[in-house]
Every structure is written in C-alpha cells, then in structure tokens.
C-alpha cells in the first residue's frame, strides 16, 4: 500500500495538485542541515519531540535553509561562499529549482521567504566591491530573479524578515571577503558591522551599530520577536581572551542593547556565538561550538544560565521554549531552565535550526 | 575514602568502564590532593614571611601542583565558577594588573577576609596575580605583602573545596552516571568530558602556550609567554604535557603506540630546549625548535584523536571547525 507520502507524491506528478501543507511533509517544526556517517549531506526535517519528517539529499555541505511560511518548501543553501541554493519540494523531495547567484555574487548561506511567501530574499556579495546585496526572487515566477537591493554594509550573513511583517532584519557582518581567496578576511582593522532594518522595497528603517571599540565584533546571526525585538549574535575578531559580549538586544528606536554577563560567561563561549534564537517565553539563547556552551539570557539581557555541550549550535523558537542541536546528533528541548536531550540521531546537525 | 566507591561500582547495573575509573582515582584525585596540599603549604609560607626563597620555592610547587590538574575544567571546578581562579592567563587587557592596582590604591580591606577575596576580580586572585606580586610587584609595601597572603589563602581553600567536592560527590557522579543526573548522564559521557579535557588542553598548548609567544616570525612576541616573569614557561608546557601524557595513557582502552611516541617526541624535543621565559622566540636560531615543538604538539593532537577521540566516537568538531 502506497504511504501517504508517496500518494501525495504521485497526485502531485499527475498535476492533480492539492493544497499541500507541511503536515504532509511529515509535521516537521524545524529544519536543519545535517552530515550523514557515510559522509552525504541532506536537509533534515525534525518533529517537535526531535524526530525525523524528512530527508532530502543535498550535492554538498548545507548551512541554513528558508522554510515556506505555509507551503512544505524549502529553500537549502550551500556553504560560504556558495553559489547556488535549491528549492526543496518537503513532501516529495524533488528539487523545485536551482538558484544560482547571479555572476559576479555568492550566497552568503542565509535567506527569508516574504510574509506571504512569493517572493524570496537572499544575502549576497557583489565580489568585485564586496558591497552586501540581498537578491530578490520571483516563487510564482519559477524563482526568477527580479531585483536586488543593498544589504546596508559588508557581509550581510543572515537576513530574516520580522514575524508579521514584511520588514527585513539583515546582519551586515562587515568582513570583506573574495571567493578567489575563500574565507580570508581582508578588512579586520576597517570593519564595521551594524543591524540593517529595511522595508521590502529596501528603503532603510533603522541602521545601528556596537560602540567603535567593538568594531571587530563580526554581526552575524540574527532572531526576531513579534514585538520587533532583534537578538544579534556576534563573532569576535580580535584576540579571544579580550572575550567581549557577544550578545545584544535591539529594539525599534532603542537602538542596540549589549548583555554583558561576567569574565568567566563571557570566556565560556570563546568569543564565538554560532547561533541565537527566542524562546517562546521571551528568554534568548546564544550558542557556541567552539566553546561547547549554550547560554541563556533573560529579555532584558540578564545571564540566567549556561550548559555545556561539545559542539552545540542550531537553537530556535518552539511554541513551549526552545530547541538546539549540536554535531553529535543530538536535538535537546531548551526551556528557561533547563536542557533536555529529546533525541540523538546518527548526524553531525549543521550550524542552524531554522522554525517552520 | 576510596573504598567505599569502588563497592558502590560493583553494585552499579551498567558497568562503568576501567579507564573511567582508573582516571578519576589515579590522575583527578591525586593531582587536586597535592594541589590541596602544595596550596596549603605556599599560604603558611607566607603567613610567616613576605619575600624570599622559601616563598618562591613554595610558589612553584603550588603552580607545578596546578599544571598537573589544571586541565580539569568540568565539575566542581565550574559548578563553584572556579575555572579562571587559580591561573588567569591570558590576560591580553592586563586586567591582573590593573585590579591589584586598585585594590592597593584603595587599600580595600578585603584582603582580611578569605571568603570576601573570593568575590573580588578572578585577574586579582591564583598563580598569576601572586606572580606579579612576587616577581614585578605593581605594588609594594605592607598591603602588597597583605594581597600575596590573601591569594595565596584564597588558592589553599579553592583547592580544599574542589578536591572535597570531587571526594563527596562528584566522584561517584562520574563513575556512576545516570540519565537522572544532571550533568553526567551516562558513561560515554564521563568518557567524553575526561577526552575533552584532554584535547582542550592540547588546544590550550598550541594556541595560546605556545602561539601566543612565537606570534609571527616577522613579529614575535616574547612578552606573551605565559608566566615569563617567574620564568615558567617552558615548565608550564613540560608539566602540562606530562599531565596529559598520564591522562591519555589512563583515558585509552587499548594500547596507543602512536600517541605514545609522539609524546616522547615532544619530551626529547623538550630536553634540548633551555628557555625558561621562552625569550628565545625572538632569535631565529632559537625559535626554529619551538616552532618544532608546537609542531610535535599538533602531531599529538593527532594522533589523540585517531587513538582515543575516535574510538570514544566523538566528533572532530563538525561545527566548531566549519566557524560561520
């Protein structure tokens, strides 16, 4: 008897198209990109008790993913500097479409669907000026690319749109880097990197940034609450044991709040955050692979409390708390107090859990 | 005190493995018990004088004394926020100087009170603040004299506080987890804490020990070894390597030729270098073999992940080494 899966796979081939949801993908909540033990990678789909919905193979090494706001779709980016992503179908697994980055940019691993879910935006380097672009892409256009817009600096890593809106948060990290030369930063002593809050049609709302002293303080992460509250996670540049926050609050017209927990909190995460996200009851957590630590803070900011865990990173918002994953396989339930192993799978989960 | 838990592991349903335990009661014990000791002795010393060989003598083998268990960075020692207290290294800002500074400006009477000191900055207090006091003292006189006691105390009671609570409890936390508890669930998991010791430690030597120091070879910067006024440096490494020497040895089910053989690379490699302060990264002719020898150090990373890390089926870091 065929499953449901493949039924709905079968109607959609025939064109006899429901309305398709992500209950039929599997009723995943979260996604992430994984390495399976033999080495292939894959977007997972994980259930709220940290199961597996789905998986869908990928050609390389994945970093985040966009998930449709109600469609089972995904889109899966390659690692930076990337130069392509895929549209993922969740129920049957096909590749939709290919996005490739236009010539002279790449992808920089992050992107956001619009609140309605046709159009997609992409954080990008226009390589030649290492000036940040955020393409536009046309989902009822077959995902054509119909415009882009400046990112508001260097390096935008991670954009996200605020929940209910369509006003786009990007995190304009600030590094300058070229793909000829892979990773290498070429700007440590000029960087500045800021919050770019923008409209869709990308005129600017608000652009704020950490205090001159905490320029090499490389933005890259970002998580957003319905109030428009934006938790920013940063990636320090300079030496480590200078161990500065790492974490900070925006708030529309308050501009950037930094919480900054003592010496020995704030060495813990070896200079390093590779991940923020809320918690359903206002706390934000910011993860660190590098230092096998997951710290959460309370809405104003305020240390509440750390965990260890080797290789710990993907953290996002649930409807009770929070959730996180780590290299090792392992998906942990986050609540203010407390981390709760749900499930190990046999999978090194790569750097983000991204919300369905 | 020891017997009693080794019943205790017989009555255990699962079987807790032989390297756990071996480690815990022949490597974790014994360095917090001369840690207690040698702590103990270096705050009488200086009870009874300021200055002189015997405080220096003391002061050494309590900092020897820490190297040989300072790699133990999960437990009680960061249940009680302890993890930078006895060494606070590398300290790029010069926070060490600046709190001792403070305090002595202040004259801040809580040099009186051991458990008050321990609330004052983590730069003012362990092996790094007595070195500054004792070798290049940013202040003198009778409060400096007042300051070296009051870390020296501080360090003894830290000392007496960890190793009890690795005796009371955590001992037994360790050797017999379960999914109830808390921090050690499950006996891959005391594996795994004891192998991440022993591989942060290894990081620790390469990155900062050692790299720090050499810096570049256009740009070498002697004035970042660790503990160089007290000229400990190069014994901060040896004694270090040794302590991971014993660990790893204990932590391996099976045999590690190649593990071994790399640490004696690094030993003999040791033998011919005689730069206390590591001064030497400065003279190319000189430099060449700490770069050898930071290089010995990353072959033993090496090879503690083949041998040990992989069989522990603990990950290279999928996340922690892909940094974006």
Request: proline share 6%.
């Amino acid at each position: 008897m065929p499953s449901r899966r493949g039924f709905l796979a079968g109607l959609l081939a025939s064109g006899l198209t429901p309305r398709l949801s992500w209950a039929d993908a599997g009723h995943p909540t979260h996604l992430s990109a994984a390495m399976d033990p033999n080495g292939a990678y894959a977007l997972y789909g994980l259930r709220a008790d940290g199961a597996r919905a789905f998986r869908i193979p990928l050609p390389g090494r994945g970093h985040a993913a966009a998930a449709h706001p109600t469609y089972p779709e995904a889109v899966a980016f390659a690692r930076r500097p990337g130069r392509f992503a895929l549209v993922l179908d969740c129920v049957s697994g096909a590749v939709r479409h290919r996005l490739d980055a236009p010539a002279g940019r790449h992808f920089y691993g992050h992107g956001a669907y619009a609140q309605d879910g046709t159009r997609l935006y992409t954080t990008e380097n226009q390589i030649d000026t290492g000036q940040g672009r955020i393409g536009i892409w046309a989902r009822d256009e077959g995902f054509e690319r119909i415009g882009e817009i400046a990112s508001g600096g260097i390096g935008p890593h991670e954009v996200l749109r605020l929940p209910g809106t369509d006003t786009l948060a990007v995190a304009n990290g600030g590094i300058h880097t070229h793909p000829d030369t892979g990773r290498e930063k070429l700007n440590l002593d000029t960087m500045r990197p800021n919050l770019t809050l923008m409209a869709s049609d990308g005129s600017i709302l608000d652009h704020v940034a950490l205090n001159p002293a905490l320029h090499q303080n490389s933005l890259r992460h970002i998580a957003a609450r319905a109030d428009g509250t934006v938790a920013c996670a940063f990636q320090w540049q300079g030496d480590p044991f200078d161990a500065p926050p790492l974490l900070a609050l925006y708030r529309p017209g308050q501009g950037l709040r930094l919480a900054t927990p003592d010496e020995i909190t704030r060495r813990a995460m070896n200079a390093y955050a590779g991940s923020v996200g809320f918690l359903a009851t206002g706390e934000v957590a910011i993860t660190s692979p590098r230092g096998g630590t997951l710290q959460v803070f309370d809405a104003q900011g305020q240390f509440i409390t750390q965990y260890r865990q080797p290789d710990i990173c993907g953290v996002a918002e649930t409807p009770s708390g929070g959730l996180a994953s780590d290299g090792t396989g392992r998906i942990y339930r986050l609540g203010r107090r407390s981390l709760t192993e749900l499930a190990s799978h046999r999978l090194a989960f790569d750097n983000h859990l991204i919300a369905i | 005190m020891i017997r009693p838990c080794l019943i205790s592991i017989a009555l255990l349903a699962t079987p807790v493995s032989a390297d756990v335990t071996e480690a815990v009661e022949a490597h974790v014990l014994p360095g917090y018990a001369t840690l207690v000791e040698a702590t103990a002795r270096l705050s009488e010393t200086l009870e009874s004088t300021c200055s002189g060989p015997e405080v220096t003598q003391a002061y050494h083998t309590a900092y020897d004394a820490w190297l040989g268990i300072s790699h133990i960075q999960f437990g009680p020692i960061e249940a009680r926020g302890l993890t930078l207290s006895f060494a606070f290294w590398p300290d790029p800002k010069n926070q060490t100087d600046k709190a001792l500074r403070k305090l002595a400006a202040a004259e801040d009477p809580v040099v009186n009170d051991s458990d008050a000191y321990a609330a004052v900055s983590v730069a003012a207090q362990g092996f790094l603040a007595l070195e500054r006091l004792l070798y290049a003292p940013p202040v003198e006189g009778d409060y400096a004299c007042q300051l070296t006691r009051a870390i020296a105390k501080r360090a003894a009671l830290n000392a007496a506080d960890l190793s009890a609570d690795w005796n009371a409890g955590f001992v037994e936390e360790l050797r017999s987890p379960n999914a109830q508890n808390a921090s050690i669930r499950s006996d891959d998991e005391a594996k795994r804490a004891l192998y991440t010791s022993l591989a942060t430690a290894l990081q620790f030597l390469y990155d900062q020990r050692l790299g720090r120091p050499l810096g570049s070879f256009e740009k070498p910067r002697p004035k970042r070894a660790e503990a160089r006024r007290s000229e400990r440096s190069q014994r901060n490494i040896e004694l270090s390597l040794r302590a991971l020497r014993d660990l790893s040895a204990r932590l391996a089910d099976a045999p590690t030729p190649r593990t071994d053989r790399a640490f004696d690379v690094a030993f003999s490699r040791l033998e011919g270098i005689d730069d206390p302060a590591l001064a030497g990264v400065v003279d190319p002719g000189k430099r060449f073999k700490i770069e050898a020898l930071r290089q010995d150090i990353r072959i033993i990373q090496q090879t503690v992940a083949a041998e040990i890390g992989a069989e522990l089926g603990v990950g290279t870091g999928f996340n922690s080494l892909d940094g974006d």
